[in-house]
């Protein structure tokens, strides 16, 4: 059984929901990635931020990114996994929930991030294609 611990990047950081939005964009060109999970003060999964969320949601608007913290940010329920997770699970919830990025949890502690990418380097095609028809053919009828 391949489980989520098998297929997620890990290394990920969490972003503090006191931290503001440029600082958040800092850690994100320091860690090369596009996503952070947004933590609570007890460390807790409140949200994700994106680099998307920061330039659409703030900056577009003309909101200043030193004052808007990742917590303002944080929409909707936080979708996460267990690491022990098969990867079926894995995909089902990407897909119920049309997400492209999903925390790994173990013992209430992050532990990794899946991707796209990472989706792309252990999966079969057909689970792949299954799973970006899923996602990419509804969130394009929005």
Avoid: F
């Amino acid at each position: 059984m391949t489980t989520a611990g098998d297929i997620m990047h890990r290394g990920a950081q969490w972003i503090p929901a006191h931290q503001t939005l440029d600082r958040a964009a800092h850690m994100m060109r320091e860690l090369n990635v596009g996503a952070l999970p947004i933590s609570d003060k007890n460390e807790r999964l409140c949200g994700i931020l994106t680099d998307r969320d920061i330039v659409v949601g703030c900056v577009a608007v003309g909101h200043d990114p030193a004052k808007v913290t990742a917590g303002e940010m944080a929409q909707g329920t936080p979708r996460w996994i267990d690491a022990g997770a098969d990867v079926s699970e894995v995909l089902e919830e990407m897909k119920d929930h049309q997400i492209r990025r999903l925390p790994v949890i173990e013992n209430k502690r992050l532990v990794g991030m899946i991707s796209e990418a990472d989706l792309a380097q252990h999966l079969t095609d057909d689970q792949i294609a299954s799973w970006a028809e899923s996602v990419y053919a509804r969130s394009t009828m929005r």
